[in-house]
């Protein structure tokens, strides 16, 4: 079809056009019939004195061409002009106003004079004509080629070069689009017949965008075009009777294409028509006395001074603002990150601020609502990305329990996972209650709130299942309905509706109705474009980063603010107390940046389309006006990273052009003096302690009501470590990680044993153990999820070695039960109470607590007594065990289960329950792939007699407040999760003596 167009219209053309270029002609008639009236703003005049003089100027051009002030129609380049130039003409002239207004305004207020539009042919090749909404001629532009079977090819071929292809069709349309709403109505058909012309002669001349880019901007050209049917919102301005007109630039270069240009066309047909009109172009002048202020330039070493210095400059001039009552301070946005850090140190500080440039709506909270429930519904989703979208801050489900509780439920969710190495969300399970059988259960079991989270997300999430079903692709509308579904069924519906941001969101992505979601050539894309859920999410995608969201106050640049964010061209002409201009260095200001897209050169310059010197000179003109205003601040840094800045290069075009030399910018910042704090040992204290350093009987915080032999042993090894972990509860978060550990084979094969001597109790033969216990590891393998894909891999070296660990440990137990030994309890969770009381008046009780991981009976036929010993399972170093017993009042471990099993149920002796046993043994029982080796902890009972009173002992005196200092050493702090918090590496020993 493209092909047609250039041959059936271009042709043709050439013949017509050929001796005279259209464009041409019109600009240089233009330039003869409107020349701009120069309006000085000489260095260091304040922004009203201008004005006010721009509004003597006018009204003396009224009287001199006859016409009432009142039937002056004045069209200004930005909307936050407006009251500036109103307030200009009340103060220096007074009277009627004339009618202050800008393109769009006038627009608007002209809308009524339009005229219905008459019904038109769809045209069947190009479709519906373009929108000038990016988002939705996006989506017009891949119907319409994805509709011929070239395109449908390509799409499918390489999708990404396809939706840069469409996105380039839709940039090059929208500019000649907004380039034609600059020519007269009659002039129109002459400019497309030029850029016609310009594109075959490309064509031609193979010059140019390639072969295939200049047949599709052939066919953009025609669909830009198609657009064009006298009623585009500007058309009425043409038609406007005006007794006479004023125009106000900025620099007498004006972008075609811009606000500016649409006027400077009106004004032109006006003067044409014999119309008064006048061109009033503000432009920088020298200064009117010799001490006018001049801009000053600070030279920072690097990003965070340049951060800091600049919002130093920006607080103390809205300190003086605010004491005069002046204008906001302007704070240019040169450069994105820089005025973003800028921004949040001036909230720090209490400044108020308005962002005129906006945040593009992929960068806010409400943006990822939608993105983070599209990423954690896909079925290979990370629990990253299900816990990512759970605490987006938008999801709200009404249930009760999770109501209340969903931030404790998404903080049991995430330990459990991360404890548990779960790295897919859905791994758990397809079916929309959690599988039993695939969840492990005991003390590794997901705890209920979490469970319940888990559970209702994965019944949201099922509402998008279809996206994922086998590339299955639906209407876009349809896959849109499911989202608005999914968002309402978590909540985040109403709250995003409520929103500022999340409004434009829903608007953005057409799916609130109120928005006009359902108007013009959408609902016919929405039916016919068919996506899969790679394809929706890729939209959403591109959605949110085309849209840009601004307060309406921002936009309007009335907002009542200390500070206003402004982009270099907007900060124009308007009045402020100061202007800080942070980033102006050769990279960001003034830097010869190509035009990106397929239109440049000199094909776009036959088509008037906006060129690099043009852009180049029309941010010099406002560049040079800003660095007239009288409190003009300049920032640029030293280095980027490790690569040198240099100021911009407009700074010595600015001295060259004024004559004038830049101040030097002296350091705003208050430097404050702050006493040296030498960091000390900690030493906290349950109790509190007075002025004077004296305990009081105060007890700010309590003891643990628990006692493991691991909290006992971190308390042996260093007492501000047990603080930390076991009084204040700290815990550090696990790393959400790829794979299987030495930790996670230990929980596998506790659950192994407990699983095989559970089942072999069952009267089964002895001479099936080694098949048993391989049968149970498998069960166990399955049931933690060892086995699915994701994990298996990692799994596979211990997996590896499973047939020969049974066999060494089945060796082991034939031999240990051949002494008489019996299997008797697994995993038994022992609670043994211990009464404290302290001098300072308070009796508390701590339960002493352990999961024996196996506890065996010793009970030969015709013996008195029974004996027990307790079995704890090791799977790291088997030296460091046998080193660990060489001492055993060094040994907490097997003492304190020791202790426990003194106490446990099953050694109670049922006709004297209050009776403890003495016949407890302890060992340690190593087992890897060479062998099982059990590690005897001789005289464990008495060893258990002396931890116990050592712990009686320790919580008493904590409970009377003595220190738990840092005393870790070597190890200990190695691998010490709070070492942050002790600042280990502040102080030394010596040091830390008090
Ligand atoms: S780093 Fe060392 S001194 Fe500090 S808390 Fe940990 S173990 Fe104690």
Same mark, same amino acid.
Request: hydrophobic share 45%; charged share 20%; proline share 6%.
């Given at each position: ?9 271009? &042709? ?37 004195? $201008? ?10 051009? @009224? ?50 004079? *339009? ?28 119907? #319409? ?26 940039? $090059? ?9 600059? @020519? ?10 030029? $850029?016609?012309?310009? !594109? ?59 606000? #500016? ?93 308005? =962002? ?49 509780? !969903? =931030? ?13 190495? +779960? ?15 695939? +969840? ?28 994922? #079903? ?77 849209? /840009? ?25 308007? %009045? ?22 397929? +239109? ?48 911009? %290069? ?33 030493? %906290? ?32 090894? $260093? ?22 550990? *030495? ?5 596998? !094969? ?36 060892? =086995? ?49 009381? /302290? ?8 339960? +002493?607590?352990?999961?024996?991981? *196996? ?12 004996? &027990? ?103 200990? @702090?190695?691998? @010490? ?18």
């Amino acid at each position: 079809m493209v092909e047609k167009i250039l041959t059936q219209k271009m &042709w043709p053309l050439h013949r017509a056009t050929r001796d005279h270029h259209p464009m041409t002609v019109i600009v240089n008639n233009e330039n003869e019939i409107l020349a701009p009236t120069a309006w000085p703003w000489a260095q260091g005049r304040p922004a009203r004195d $201008c004005w006010d003089d721009w509004a003597t100027a006018v009204a003396r051009w @009224c009287v001199d061409h006859g016409v009432a002030a009142r039937d002056v129609v004045v069209l200004l380049p930005v909307g936050a002009l407006l009251p500036v130039a109103r307030q200009a003409w009340a103060r220096a002239v007074g009277g009627w106003l004339p009618q202050i207004e800008t393109v769009p305004t006038l627009a608007q207020s002209l809308a009524w004079s *339009r005229g219905p539009k008459a019904p038109s042919s769809l045209n069947a090749e190009l479709g519906p004509a373009p929108t000038l909404d990016v988002v939705l001629d996006r989506l017009l532009v891949t119907r #319409s080629l994805g509709a011929q079977a070239w395109g449908r090819q390509w799409m499918q071929r390489d999708r990404r070069a396809f939706e840069h292809a469409v996105a380039q069709v839709v940039e $090059c349309a929208h500019l000649w689009v907004r380039v034609a709403q600059s @020519c007269p109505p009659d002039q129109r058909v002459a400019y497309w017949e030029t $850029c016609r012309e310009a !594109l075959r002669v490309a064509h031609a001349a193979s010059a140019g965008p390639g072969a295939r880019e200049r047949l599709l901007l052939a066919w953009a050209l025609e669909w830009a075009a198609s657009s064009d049917d006298g009623h585009w919102p500007t058309d009425v301005l043409f038609g406007h009777q005006a007794r006479a007109w004023v125009g106000v630039t900025a620099g007498e270069t004006v972008v075609p294409g811009s606000e #500016s240009s649409v006027m400077l066309a009106v004004l032109r047909q006006a003067a044409l028509q014999g119309v008064s009109a006048l061109w009033m172009n503000a432009e920088a002048a020298p200064a009117q006395r010799n001490d006018a202020p001049l801009p000053a330039l600070a030279r920072c070493t690097d990003f965070e001074d340049e951060a800091q210095r600049a919002t130093a400059l920006v607080l103390s001039a809205v300190q003086q603002a605010r004491a005069s009552g002046g204008d906001p301070v302007a704070l240019i946005a040169l450069d994105r990150s820089l005025v973003r850090r800028v921004r949040a140190l001036l909230e720090g500080a209490g400044a108020t601020s308005s =962002d005129e440039t906006g945040w593009k709506l992929s960068t806010t909270r409400a943006g990822a609502a939608v993105t983070r429930l599209l990423a954690a519904s896909q079925p290979r989703a990370s629990t990253d990305d299900l816990l990512d979208w759970l605490k987006s801050g938008w999801v709200q489900w009404p249930e009760q329990e999770l109501g209340s509780n !969903l =931030d404790a439920a998404v903080a049991a969710l995430e330990t459990w996972c991360r404890r548990h190495g +779960l790295l897919a969300a859905w791994g758990l399970g397809l079916a929309q209650e959690l599988s039993s059988d695939l +969840l492990p259960e005991g003390r590794q079991a997901m705890p209920e709130l979490a469970r319940q989270l888990w559970a209702r997300a994965r019944q949201t999430v099922q509402l998008l299942a279809s996206l994922w #079903s086998g590339g299955r692709r639906a209407p876009l509308s349809q896959l849109l309905a499911q989202v608005a579904l999914a968002l309402k069924d978590c909540g985040a519906w109403q709250t995003l509706a409520d929103d500022v941001a999340g409004a434009s969101v829903l608007q953005a992505l057409r799916m609130n109705p109120e928005a006009g979601a359902d108007a013009g050539a959408w609902p016919l894309v929405a039916s016919d474009l068919r996506m899969d859920g790679q394809g929706l999410v890729r939209w959403v995608d591109q959605v949110l980063e085309e849209s /840009s969201f601004r307060l309406a106050s921002a936009a309007a640049g009335d907002a009542k603010v200390d500070v206003v964010v402004t982009p270099l061209t907007r900060a124009v002409l308007r %009045p402020f107390s100061a202007v800080v201009m942070p980033g102006a260095d050769e990279g960001q200001l003034g830097a010869m940046n190509g035009i990106p897209g397929w +239109l440049h050169g000199a094909v776009a310059e036959q088509m008037g389309l906006p060129g690099k010197a043009t852009m180049r000179d029309a941010q010099w003109a406002s560049f040079a006006l800003l660095m007239a205003q009288p409190s003009m601040s300049c920032l640029c840094r030293e280095a980027h990273g490790r690569e040198p800045l240099e100021p911009s %290069p407009w700074f010595e075009r600015w001295s060259l052009h004024t004559g004038l030399t830049l101040r030097e910018q002296a350091d705003a910042r208050l430097w404050l003096s702050v006493p040296a704090t030498p960091v000390r040992m900690p030493r %906290p204290s349950l109790r509190r302690r007075d002025e004077s350093g004296a305990l009081t009987t105060v007890l700010q915080l309590p003891l643990p009501a628990q006692i493991t032999a691991t909290s006992y042993e971190a308390m042996r090894q $260093c007492p501000y470590r047990f603080f930390a972990r076991h009084v204040l509860n700290l815990r550090a978060v696990d790393e959400l990680e790829e794979g299987v550990d *030495r930790s996670d084979f230990g929980v596998w !094969l506790h659950a192994v044993l407990q699983r095989f001597h559970a089942q072999r109790e069952d009267g089964a033969l002895a001479t099936d153990d080694v098949g048993r216990w391989t049968e149970a590891a498998r069960e166990v393998t399955r049931q933690q999820g060892l =086995d699915r894909d994701g994990r298996r891999p990692f799994f596979l070296p211990f997996a590896a070695t499973l047939e020969r660990l049974a066999e060494h440990y089945v060796r082991w137990l034939h031999r240990h039960e051949s002494e008489g030994w019996r299997f008797a309890e697994a995993e038994e969770v022992v609670q043994w109470p211990m009464a404290l009381s /302290s001098d300072l008046g308070e009796d508390t009780t701590v339960t +002493l607590h352990g999961q024996l991981d *196996r506890l065996d009976r010793f009970a030969p036929r015709g013996a008195d007594d029974t004996a &027990w010993t307790v079995i704890d399972y090791k799977t790291g170093s088997l030296d460091k065990l046998k080193q660990k017993v060489r001492q055993p009042l060094e040994d907490t471990q097997l003492a304190f289960y020791a202790a426990l099993a003194q106490h446990a149920p099953a050694t109670a002796d049922p006709g004297d329950p209050d009776r403890v046993t003495d016949a407890v043994s302890a060992l340690y029982l190593h087992m890897d792939e060479k062998g099982v080796t059990p590690v005897e902890h001789t005289h464990v009972t008495e060893s258990a007699q002396l931890l116990v009173g050592g712990v009686r002992m320790d919580l008493t005196r904590l409970l009377a407040g003595a220190t738990m200092p840092a005393l870790g050493e070597g190890t200990a @702090c190695d691998y @010490c999760e709070v070492r942050g918090l002790c600042r280990r590496d502040h102080w030394t020993a010596p040091e830390a003596q008090p």
